[in-house]
């Protein structure tokens, strides 16, 4: 695993508590983490080995869902609960398209603004996703053209209470035909014993975690024609000729059109 360093890192961020951004960037090997965040990833990696290569499943599924939608004439992203924006970013991936990178957490968002700060086509937004009206208006985005909208590893952070598919949807009604949804979600389907020691740590940080059926993750998809493969393991959907699809990983993903 990378080492992190501050020199990326505004003066005003606490780094010695854990930030659930910052503990991901370090599970794909990144550098802008801090020994907290370090600390809290080690504990969990003790508990579940797979988690670095779960976390870099999703990171690949995110690249490969922006790769094809920009091959259907996507021009424009709404990345929502971005977190950083490293180690194959959304602006990485797409780098001629327009990005606008949403997060709620304003340690995300400031050291999203820091890192992105030369880049003209990127906006990084601190903003609910829970609240699609605001976000929406924020953006920027032209609203009458096509969106590849990304909720990739976020939804899970949502509780039942905040209605997640009724998000979703509002999102879906704001949004011109030829937009996309891309979904990745955490679930303990797969392993139930160690979804649950996973969860005790994230609510630690601010975003504790709700883990959801493969039948749950696909109701967030109404009307929205999923796209073939429809709800897969991470790695099975529309995988590269190099993807590692051996290992059965915690959670789902899958792509959406919207009519």
């Known amino acids: 695993m990378a080492q992190g360093n501050s020199s990326w890192s505004p003066d005003e961020i606490d ?24 600390a809290m990833a080690e504990q969990a990696i003790a508990d579940w080995p797979e988690l670095p290569a779960l976390m870099r499943a999703n990171r690949a599924f995110l690249r490969r869902a922006v790769r094809f939608m920009v091959r259907c004439g996507v021009q424009q992203f709404l990345d929502l609960g971005a977190g950083l924006p490293t180690a194959g970013s959304v602006p990485e991936t797409a780098p001629s398209s327009r990005v606008v990178c949403v997060d709620i957490d304003p340690v995300a968002v400031a050291h999203g603004r820091a890192l992105l700060a030369d880049n003209p086509l990127v906006t990084v937004l601190q903003g609910d996703l829970r609240d699609p009206a605001a976000v929406l208006a924020a953006s920027g985005l032209d609203l009458s053209a096509p969106v ?12 039942d209470a905040a209605d997640p598919a009724g998000i979703v949807a509002a999102y879906r009604d704001g949004l011109a035909s030829g937009s996309m949804f891309a979904v ?71 792509v959406g059109l919207k009519r």
Request: proline letters at 7%; hydrophobic letters at 40%; aromatic letters at 8%.
């Open 15 to 38: 780094r010695d508590k854990p930030n659930a951004a910052r503990v991901y960037d370090y599970y794909l090997g990144g550098a802008h983490n801090f020994a907290a965040d370090r």
């Open 184 to 254: 990745t979600h955490a679930t303990a389907d797969a392993q139930p014993e160690r979804a649950a020691t996973h969860r005790q740590l994230y609510r630690r940080t601010a975003l504790p975690m709700t883990m959801r059926t493969r039948a749950e993750v696909t109701s967030l998809f109404a009307g929205l024609e999923l796209l073939p493969p429809g709800v897969v393991d991470m790695t099975h959907w529309q995988p590269d000729p190099d993807t590692d699809q051996s290992m059965r990983l915690a959670g789902y993903a899958a």
């Open 148 to 159: 590849g909208v990304l909720l990739v590893a976020v939804l899970h952070f949502v509780d």
